[in-house]
């Protein structure tokens, strides 16, 4: 059994610790669950370099705290993401880069060609397991059970 939670669409915190008490309750002993999360570190150069080239004067950036507001989602990097869910008792088994740098290359990678791309694929699935790499993705996917 494997369950699947996007964890930042969830605003309130007490809300997030009952989405995961309520998967850790319905998850068979053996099972798997699966936790997104969007990385808080990554959200400013998304925007600066695909979206809008002045993000870090935007009211959504705090210069600061050099952190991001929860709008539209809630945003964790990955440390916050890791204790979130430990402070939970859950282990986890895995934590993933999932996306990698991939939408910042977006119009390269598109116009790969065939065998340069599965050479890339190869690649990024090589690196999206490092644990250097977690701060360098969009969304963090993190494997745990109880």
Not at 6 to 14: G, M, V
Not at 118 to 127: A, K
């Amino acid at each position: 059994m494997t369950l699947r939670y996007s964890l930042y669409s969830i605003k309130q915190r007490e809300d997030q610790s009952r989405c995961i008490q309520e998967a850790k309750r319905i998850c068979k002993e053996d099972g798997v669950i699966l936790f997104t999360f969007i990385n808080h570190d990554m959200i400013p150069f998304t925007e600066t370099f695909c979206y809008n080239p002045t993000y870090f004067l935007d009211e959504f950036y705090d210069p600061v705290k050099h952190r991001v507001e929860n709008f539209p989602f809630i945003f964790m990097n990955a440390q916050e993401a890791r204790e979130l869910l430990e402070g939970e008792g859950l282990q986890i088994d895995a934590m993933v880069a999932s996306q990698g740098l991939g939408e910042l290359m977006a119009d390269k990678i598109n116009v790969m060609a065939d065998e340069i791309y599965e050479r890339y694929i190869d690649y990024h699935l090589h690196m999206c397991e490092k644990v250097e790499m977690l701060g360098t993705t969009n969304h963090i996917l993190i494997v745990a059970n109880k």
